[in-house]
């Protein structure tokens, strides 16, 4: 449930509410408004206690939290949330293009990706060091020694990094060399590592299950910010339907839904969505005109010869022609690149 504070509420009535939470068995999680502190009450059905706080004189109204997913949810805050990834900010006015090969194959071409998406207007670089494979015959990354070069290239760059971590055991190597730790689509679902990254400080990019629902993508957000880590990105990449011409249907109604149902941001994957190279620029454009926040695109110099996801990966060149083509839209939003 969420208690509105009045006006002018001091920090001691905060602080005896904050108590009162506690000591009923619940969490606390207090924001503060330009007018009005609101404390969320978090746990299981506290609004049974309502009473307990409706005859509290600095207690303006208590609403219970309709949705399932309560930290996450827009009843719960009202304004964006923006995640700040250095001097990036994801969910603020600027759209954020974050972009990358799939995976990070020699240092050599990681720098000449990242310069080259660098110029053509990409704020974060990406890149898989740890790669979820459906063949374990095929390349699954270079592991420590890639999340090393992402390091060194941002170094040269002064782009930030976001980099997928698979597992629990992961999570603190990846933490110690990433600026945006990537929970990947088949693992949105690992409850344990969503707890881990939900201890941690470091800004986390949530994909969407290729078979979850919106629900159950904001309930695995939830697990994030139950865990104190509020600063959580949502990735739509596309789910499974009867449609088989597109490697996944990407689910642009879901950006739009998101931004009614959740005050997170939101960016979309249009190179893992359709799997083709000569849709992603429409699908880009699409993206940002449904709302989206950014977008995360492949990019390879020579896709021919990547190591995974070739056929989805655009070249530089192609890569600047999005960006000119997304910032029309952005500008037509109000919005920049
Ligand atoms: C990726 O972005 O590198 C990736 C593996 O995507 P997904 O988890 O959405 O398949
Ligand atoms: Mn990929």
């Known amino acids: 449930m969420i208690i509105t504070l009045k006006p002018g509420t001091t920090e001691k009535g905060i602080q005896h509410i904050v108590e ?3 000591e009923l068995g619940f969490t606390p999680h207090i924001s503060h408004g330009k007018e009005r502190t609101i404390i969320g009450v978090i746990g299981e059905n506290p609004i049974r206690t309502r009473h307990l706080f409706e005859a509290m004189f600095i207690v303006e109204s208590i609403t219970p939290i309709s949705k399932p997913y309560k930290l996450v949810s827009r009843e719960l805050k009202k304004e964006d949330t923006c995640v700040k990834v250095g001097n990036v900010k994801v969910g603020g006015k600027k ?3 974050m972009a990358g090969p799939c995976a990070v194959e020699n240092k050599p071409l990681l720098l000449e990706v990242a310069k080259a998406v660098k110029k053509a207007g990409a704020k974060v670089l990406r890149g898989g060091a740890f790669k979820p494979r459906t063949s374990p015959y095929s390349f699954q990354g270079l592991g420590e ?7 060194e290239v941002r170094e040269i760059t002064g782009l930030p990094v976001v980099t997928e971590a698979m597992d629990v ?3 603190e190597l990846v933490s110690r060399y990433a600026d945006i730790i990537q929970i990947g689509a088949r693992n949105m679902q690992n409850f344990d590592l969503l707890k881990e990254v939900g201890k941690g400080g470091k800004p986390v990019l949530l994909k969407r299950g290729m078979a979850a629902t919106l629900k159950e993508f904001l309930m695995s957000a939830e697990y994030i910010l139950s865990g104190g880590n509020y600063q959580v990105i ?3 990449r596309g789910i499974r339907t009867f449609e088989n ?3 996944f249907t990407l689910d642009l109604s879901s950006v739009a839904l998101i931004k009614n149902l959740s005050h997170l941001p939101v960016v979309v994957d249009p190179s893992h ?12 454009r699409a993206a940002i005109a449904a709302g989206a926040d950014g977008l995360l695109i492949e990019v390879h110099s020579k896709p021919e010869e990547a190591l995974s996801d070739g056929f989805q990966s655009i070249l530089p060149s192609h890569f600047e022609n999005l960006v000119k083509e997304v910032e029309k839209i952005a500008r037509s939003m109000g919005r920049e690149i």
Request: proline share 3%; glycine share 8%.
């Open 20 to 22: 009162k939470i506690k």
């Open 245 to 247: 011409s597109t490697r």
């Open 145 to 151: 020694e890639g999340l090393k070069y992402l390091a």
């Open 273 to 284: 969505g359709t799997g083709q190279r000569d849709l992603i620029t429409p699908l880009s």
């Open 169 to 171: 055991r992961q999570i």
């Open 95 to 97: 759209v954020v293009i």
């Open 234 to 236: 949502l990735c739509e």
